[in-house]
């Protein structure tokens, strides 16, 4: 995700703020902790990340 969102020019603040606008309940340090594996992603919120970023699920499941 994090990879993603830098890529695309965005500030984590920006990018919690169009999470939220999504239905996505998180605050800028949950992004935080989610962006760096310490904080679980729940399923509905893995179809709003996907959005946001413009990609698909598969995308975000994938290992590098």
């Known amino acids: 995700v994090s990879r993603l969102r ?3 020019g ?3 603040k920006q990018f919690a703020a ?3 606008c999504r239905g996505m309940d998180i605050c800028e340090s949950s992004l935080s902790r989610l962006e760096s594996q ?3 992603v729940q399923d509905r919120e ?3 990340l996907a959005d946001a970023l413009g990609v698909t699920v598969a995308t975000l ?3 590098d």
């Open 38 to 40: 310490t904080r679980r």
């Open 10 to 12: 965005i500030s984590q």
């Open 18 to 20: 169009k999470l939220q």
């Open 46 to 48: 893995l179809l709003i």
């Open 6 to 8: 830098k890529s695309a």
């Open 61 to 63: 499941l994938k290992r």
